[in-house]
């Protein structure tokens, strides 16, 4: 495997975490009384998810000014 598709196969499965852990938040929001630290937890590694992901995408499509 070469590292162009190391690095795509890494951010479809990041993608896919983020997307599952939008759908933990949403279900553990619909069901009151929730905890609320586990939300923050949840919230943070979406976020630091989504720092992961940008990074890798502009590894992926560098910006090339001509």
């Known amino acids: 495997m070469t590292e162009l598709e190391e690095l795509k196969s ?3 499965a990041l993608q896919q975490e983020h ?3 939008d759908d ?3 279900a553990l929001t619909q ?3 929730y ?3 586990k939300l923050q937890r949840l ?3 979406k976020l630091a998810l989504r720092d992961i992901i940008a990074k890798l995408e ?3 499509h560098p910006d090339i000014i001509a």
């Open 10 to 12: 890494r951010l479809l």
């Open 43 to 45: 919230k943070k590694r």
């Open 58 to 60: 502009s590894q992926l």
């Open 31 to 33: 069901s009151a009384p």
């Open 24 to 26: 933990a938040i949403l």
């Open 35 to 37: 905890d609320q630290l």
């Open 19 to 21: 997307r599952d852990l």
